[in-house]
């Protein structure tokens, strides 16, 4: 992306003073007036450009450019050519529809730009001419000097010069977990972007602190315009259903016109008329056409959703939901998706004593534990001094807030809060006992925050951070009887490594009494009594860990994509049973600053040994996503930041966060998760598997109409015959079976063991041998019991030409009735599988039946598609062929379970 404020793209890396000289600003008073017009005018507004995009009328015109699209409108306009206005109304209708939904799942799509141009517009307090103004934030330039406070959205890309203990929460743009803590010191050159702590960057959230800083990007040139361009620049995938349905559908209009135009000549060579010969070629390609197919796939689709919202899994476009049937590798965060997202204390040591923590999340459900076995925390007085402290040098709240304990404030305080309330100290009560005189907020510069207490001893300060920190500081430590006894440093922090390698955050908590109601830095730094440890983490929901299982156990690849350290990860990935190549034990892991190194080429050569990936960028998502597409797979990905938004888009399926998520990434997905839980994946997978099931059970179930029409055709054509079947009565089959039949089968029940199988390979086409094989049987009964029946009914029987191509219809009919059942599995026995066991079938059958009686004994009905009466002994000859029909296709079946089973014997 061109850089039009023709200053350097890395900031980070400056001193202040070089800062201020490459502006051109001032400190202390800002830029003039005149310097602000000029600039304004350079750079323009301070907001994100929205692309153009399609004009709503081209849009809507683009869904008929499609093959089945192609295939629709010749249906429509070749029944209109023949006088059927009804049946062409219909098929135009479909039509409509399809294109109908496209257009408004396209129009949900463009949303997401527009998301992030309403990120930039808040307010935003500058001062400039030395006055403190407060103004919208589209009108700040380069040079701008803005001062922000705890609450503010970050108006445009800050160099921060003056901190006081200032939060950041960045996860919209890095990743991070937890809020960044800033300062002002310049930074390496080579600082990955999660670790560059003296900018803060447009649309993120201050949440403690304030600051000022030099605003060096605006509008697309800041690091949120930068994701910004990667969105528009990156292209929309077709997914793997809609390439295969684009190429059969391809292949099906070809052998059309070529059949139509072969039976047309054929005809002309044999001496009859043109007239006759071309309504014989319409015919032909009315029944070869499957008018049913565009709606069945769109409404296998749709109930898909349904099923899909029920599992509390968002589908925003249709071919999203097989998609997620055809997944290779799953793409996670960790964060809220893997993990609870509510840091959780789960080890404590104190008196030299390490002590387990059961529940999970900010739930004060819970125990202290030794070595598994559940202990009293009023028998062990350190213990309970510890947690106290951890709760007075406090500032946050735990609330229950619709039936879920929600925390306010820091996570890591919040954290300390519940551990407490664990071993029964309460943390209104706690305070009103001991009550706070004064108090040193955390900075990120010492690592540490101290609170002054009332207490029976006098004042008490209780000091907490990290150990590098206060362990030095610390003169002597509790023992497990509470005791002060001399301090063994060795110990703790050998304790505190062990903490650390389990991806554990650890603080240590201090305390020192003090004759003094005021607190300053020097009351707290010598003097100090260590009381203890407190390691925590964001701990991994349950359910995800047997959701993984059944990935893996599936074939399916899940890998760690986070902004989070890589020490973190690599404990979350052991917790939850990561499955991959490992060196010395451990997953193998890349990050961010070693992608940053590597040629695509190399990424794209080690993409599939390795699991973790930490410390990633926006940039670096989408690279993943590109190496893993090279090497042939389908990547689901999911995200919940704005930073996340190109590689939801890239991905073959884009998975977004509805809890936790921003508008930007929810609408570059194509699912959105309402509990923002991987086990919802997990189940999506599954039923997305059970839709292509359904999918490619309906293709082949109705190959076998069309085929056994147009040979019966072709066939009366090449022996000069009169046709058994009209163009009108093709129709009719065409659409009622398609609507009573086929449609059925999208309320097909998944089948068993469908996440024991491996992913489809995205090559494998829809027609599989199997398929074509099957239909060709099917096809091969359907014409010789039609032309046995059809001459057995005009030459032994005597009946007219309506009588026998009546019962040629209902031939079809019912053999297309009896191979529903058979294509309710194809793999298992119809019986097997239960023949009640998908009641819409049953009932689809029962409907069809009776619209064939209609058909055949109605007199409006005769008069419209030229039927006629039969006999009940012509009923139980077509009944007969059915039969047989139903019957070969299960000993197929059964032939083929019988020669993979004695393969896989074999085999083994």
């Known amino acids: 992306m061109k850089n039009k404020h023709n200053y350097p793209n890395q900031w980070h890396h400056l001193e202040t003073a070089e800062l201020v000289k490459l502006l051109g600003t001032d400190l202390r008073d800002g830029l003039s007036e005149p310097q602000v017009s000029k600039r304004q005018l350079e750079y323009g507004p301070n907001s994100i450009t929205a692309s153009p995009g399609l004009s709503l009328w081209k849009r809507f015109f683009n ?5 089945l699209a192609y295939i629709l409108i010749i249906a429509s306009t070749i029944t209109a050519s023949i006088g059927e206005f009804v049946d062409s109304a219909v098929i135009f209708v479909v039509i409509f529809f399809n294109a109908l939904v496209g257009f408004i799942q396209e129009l949900k799509a463009e949303k997401a730009l527009q998301a992030l141009s309403k990120l930039v517009l808040t307010q935003a307090v500058v001062r400039r001419s030395g006055k403190k103004l407060l103004i919208p934030s589209y009108l700040l330039v380069p040079g701008d000097i803005v001062i922000i406070k705890s609450g503010d959205k970050v108006p445009a890309d800050l160099r921060l010069f003056t901190t006081h203990n200032l939060h950041v929460d960045e996860s919209s743009i890095t990743g991070e977990s937890t809020p960044s803590a800033k300062h002002t010191n310049a930074l390496a050159l080579d600082t990955l972007l999660a670790d560059r702590k003296n900018l803060a960057f447009t649309g993120t959230l201050v949440t403690m602190g304030q600051a000022e800083g030099i605003v060096w990007a605006t509008g697309d040139q800041t690091e949120l315009g930068h994701i910004a361009w990667l969105l528009s620049e990156t292209p929309e995938l077709s997914t793997p259903l809609t390439k295969k349905l684009e190429l059969f559908s391809r292949r099906i209009l070809w052998a ?56 509390r899994a968002i589908v925003r476009k249709l071919p999203a939901v097989e998609t997620l049937g055809s997944t290779t590798v799953i793409c996670s965060d960790k964060t809220g998706t893997l993990t609870e997202n509510q ?66 404030g820091d996570p890591t305080e919040a954290a300390m809060l519940v551990v407490a309330q664990k071993a029964g100290i309460l943390h209104l009560d706690t305070h009103k006992k001991t009550p706070r005189m ?9 690592m540490y925050r101290a609170t002054l207490h009332e207490h029976t001893k006098g ?54 009494f003090s004759p003094d109601s005021t607190l300053t830095k020097e009351h707290v730094s010598h003097g100090l009594t260590f009381l203890g440890l407190e390691g925590m983490l964001d701990p991994p929901r349950q359910e995800v860990i047997h959701a993984i299982k059944r990935c893996q156990q599936a074939g399916i690849t899940i890998k760690m994509v986070t902004g989070d350290h890589a020490l973190t990860a690599q404990a979350v990935a052991k917790q939850i049973g990561l499955e991959g190549t490992r060196h010395q034990g451990k997953l193998n892991t890349l990050t961010g600053r070693e992608l940053e190194k590597m040629p695509q080429e190399l990424i794209v050569s080690k993409i599939d040994d390795t699991t973790i990936f930490a410390r990633i960028t926006p940039e670096q998502k989408l690279k993943l996503v590109g190496a893993l597409q090279a090497r042939g797979h389908i990547v689901a990905m999911t995200g919940d930041g704005v930073n996340d938004a190109p590689a939801l888009k890239q991905a073959n399926i884009g998975i977004a966060m509805g809890i936790t998520g921003t508008e930007v990434a929810k609408g570059a997905a194509d699912i959105i998760l309402t509990d923002d839980n991987f086990a919802t994946i997990e189940a999506a997978v599954e039923e997305g598997r059970g839709i292509f099931d359904n999918l490619t059970k309906f293709i082949a179930w109705t190959l076998p109409t069309n085929a056994g029409e147009a040979l019966i055709l072709v066939v009366a054509i090449l022996l000069g015959l009169t046709l058994p079947i009209s163009p009108v009565q093709i129709l009719w089959i065409n659409m009622t079976t398609a609507i009573f039949l086929g449609l059925t089968l999208a309320f097909e029940p998944k089948e068993k063991g469908l996440m024991q199988q491996p992913p489809r390979n995205p090559d494998q086409p829809i027609l599989t041998y199997e398929v074509v094989m099957r239909t060709g049987l099917v096809s091969l009964i359907m ?15 005597n009946q007219i030409l309506a009588a026998s191509r009546t019962t040629v219809v209902n031939v079809i009919v019912l053999v ?29 059958a029962l409907a069809m039946l009776a619209a064939q009686l209609l058909f055949t004994y109605e007199p409006t009905m005769n008069k419209l598609f030229h039927s006629a009466p039969i006999s009940l002994e012509s ?11 139903f019957l070969a296709v299960e000993f197929e079946k059964w032939c083929r379970f019988r020669l993979k089973r004695k393969k896989h014997l074999k085999f083994r």
């Not at 529903?820 to 009932?843: E, Q």
Request: charged share 20%; hydrophobic share 45%.
């Open 63 to 67: 869904q008929f450019h499609q093959p």
């Open 256 to 311: 059309i016109f070529g059949f139509a135009v072969f039976t047309f000549s054929i005809g002309i060579m044999h001496g009859e008329a043109t007239s006759d010969m071309f309504m014989a070629s319409i015919a032909l390609a009315v029944g070869a056409i499957p008018e049913g197919l565009p709606a069945a796939v769109t409404i296998v689709l749709a109930i898909g959703v349904n099923r899909l919202a029920s599992k």
């Open 343 to 408: 840091m959780t204390v789960r080890k404590v040591f104190t008196g030299l004593t390490l002590y387990d923590v059961t529940g999970s999340g900010y739930d004060p459900k819970g125990a202290l534990c030794i070595q598994d076995i559940p202990i009293n925390p009023q028998e062990h007085p350190q213990l309970l001094e510890c947690l106290k402290a951890g709760v007075l040098c406090n500032d946050s709240q735990i609330l229950y807030e619709n039936g879920q304990y929600k925390a306010q």
């Open 438 to 446: 004064d108090m040193i907020p955390f900075e990120s510069e010492h």
């Open 459 to 512: 004042k008490v300060i209780y000091k907490v951070g990290a150990l590098e920190r206060l362990l030095d500081r610390c003169d002597d430590m509790l023992d497990n009887r509470g005791n002060v006894v001399p301090i063994d440093k060795a110990s703790i922090q050998a304790a505190s490594d062990a903490l650390t390698t389990q991806g554990m955050r650890v603080l240590a908590i201090t305390r020192r």
């Open 783 to 797: 014409l010789a019991g039609s032309f046995w029946l059809f001459f057995w009914e005009a030459e032994v029987e």
């Open 816 to 844: 297309e009735i009896g191979y529903l059942f058979n294509c309710r599995s194809l793999t298992h026995s119809a019986i097997g599988i239960g023949l009640l066991s998908n009641k819409w079938a049953v009932a689809g």
């Open 875 to 885: 009923w139980l000859r077509i009944a007969l062929v059915a039969t047989l029909s």
